[in-house]
């Protein structure tokens, strides 16, 4: 299978940002029944994996990730405010005029964090990247206005066109084609095995994958070894605004000799350390304990998030002792038992290896990598991190733009959870775990499946 073919599709693998949930197809043949890896691994089926472990990872060990869960749970917040106690979203109409002006203002924040992830203009979507050309970048001011928090954040729009035409659009360039773009490159050199040989990139997609090869590119007027764009792209998103700070690296970058190259990304992290320390420890110190504590005394969701909250304690001291830690785990190779060690000495990531064609498909265990610390009860953390979950994906289930649609207008969609499910709604009603998963939520029990207990989580008025 041509790597492009295997980007342009999500079956072999997926990550769910801001929920720390892998999952794996069947293709990707790595693990055996207890979770460890298989002893013969093959290394394009281990970079599939790794692929989306550094999404897990930079979701948790980035001041750019953190941001974007931050944006998350102000929106859980709001949504918070449709659902009655029948499990149900009225939608954002329901909201106060205040309510639906922050709600605007925060999908603005994300769109502007986040960049776009593939064209609106189809004739750009699956475009290779020897196909797409760079016109010009384009930087402006956001003033994002929040209630007792207005912020001023910058956006960055990239003017793109095709080489052999003469059509142009304009796509919002942000977080995304960095997390993407950094780790196709690592889990390219992880697919050249021990001798440590990159796979080929064949027509790889450009959206999003290339895209910040190519502003580099554009900025510094030069090509970058593999190592010294991982290290740009990690210095980025270690910024509130990664997009903005990729282009003052790049530009400081324009003129280097391969021989420089490395001293000058030194002297920039070097220069960037005491104002990246200070972000996290803003971060550690006032806004984890506040996101954090927006989900205090909400029953089992809690546990999961004081799960997130060890999560992102764990990795951002590390990537303040540590600033290329990921990289230095993964260059120049890695192989089965490297990656075992690490995530053994690593907080827990679950991970789901299935593909369910049918309701009578045998179910598959959530693997755990990683160990619980002392203390934590394992099936507690495993309720708490799944409610959790549930209710991060049934609060975003429902945006659509910048409102909340209501539940009753939602389109069908499957429960990620559904391989692994043993509650008895999951073999008494099937079909609506694979169409409608919130109705798996009773008001008349409290005991429910990881789905339903995000919608019971969700459950924030009494007047609906």
Not at 31 to 49: E, I, K, M
Not at 286 to 313: M, Q, Y
Request: net charge negative; proline share 6%.
């Amino acid at each position: 299978m041509l790597l492009s073919q295997h980007l342009r599709s999500a079956e072999y693998g997926s990550y769910a940002t801001n929920q720390a949930f892998i999952t794996i197809s069947d293709w990707v043949q790595l693990f055996r029944s207890d979770g460890h890896f298989q002893d013969d691994a093959n290394y394009n089926h281990l970079a599939v994996f790794v692929h989306e472990y550094l999404h897990y990872l930079h979701n948790f060990s980035t001041v750019s990730g953190f941001v974007d869960f931050l944006t998350w749970v102000r929106l859980a917040r709001l949504f918070t405010h449709t659902v009655g106690l029948d499990g149900k979203s009225r939608g954002s109409d329901v909201l106060s005029e205040a309510q639906r002006r922050e709600l605007r203002q925060l999908r603005l924040w994300q769109r502007s964090l986040n960049g776009d992830i593939r064209p609106a203009e189809p004739m750009f979507a699956g475009v290779a990247d020897n196909r797409l050309r760079m016109v010009a970048v384009e930087q402006r001011a956001l003033n994002i206005d929040l209630p007792g928090d207005p912020l001023n954040v910058p956006d960055v729009e990239l003017k793109i066109g095709l080489v052999d035409g003469p059509e142009e659009t304009v796509v919002r360039f942000g977080m995304i084609a960095l997390l993407e773009g950094l780790a196709l490159e690592v889990d390219r050199v992880v697919a050249g095995g021990p001798a440590g040989v990159p796979g080929p990139l064949d027509d790889v997609p450009a959206f999003p994958y290339r895209l910040a090869r190519k502003v580099l590119r554009h900025m510094s007027g030069q090509e970058f070894p593999t190592e010294i764009f991982i290290r740009v792209s990690l210095l980025a998103l270690c910024s509130a605004a990664p997009a903005q700070r990729f282009l003052e690296i790049a530009t400081q970058l324009a003129g280097a000799s391969e021989v420089t190259i490395k001293d000058i990304v030194a002297k920039i992290e070097e220069a960037d350390r005491s104002k990246r320390n200070g972000a996290i420890d803003a971060v550690l110190t006032h806004d984890l304990p506040t996101v954090i504590g927006c989900f205090a005394g909400r029953g089992k969701i809690s546990v999961g998030a004081e799960l997130f909250n060890r999560n992102f304690r764990f990795y951002l001291v590390k990537r303040q002792s540590e600033p290329f830690f990921d990289l230095d785990a993964f260059l120049p190779t890695i192989n089965p038992d490297q990656l075992s060690k690490l995530l053994q000495t690593s907080p827990p990531c679950p991970l789901l290896q299935k593909e369910v064609a049918n309701a009578d498909d045998e179910r598959t265990p959530v693997f755990w990598f990683g160990e619980f610390e002392a203390g934590l009860d394992a099936n507690q953390a495993e309720e708490g991190l799944g409610t959790l979950q549930g209710f991060l994906t049934f609060m975003a289930t429902h945006v659509r733009g910048d409102i909340f649609e209501p539940t009753d207008r939602l389109p069908l969609r499957g429960c990620r959870y559904f391989a692994c499910c043993g509650a008895p709604f999951r073999d008494e009603h099937p079909d609506l775990c694979m169409t409608r998963p919130w109705s798996s939520f009773d008001p008349q029990t409290n005991a429910h499946c990881w789905y339903g207990s995000g919608v019971a989580a969700a459950r924030g008025r009494t007047d609906l």
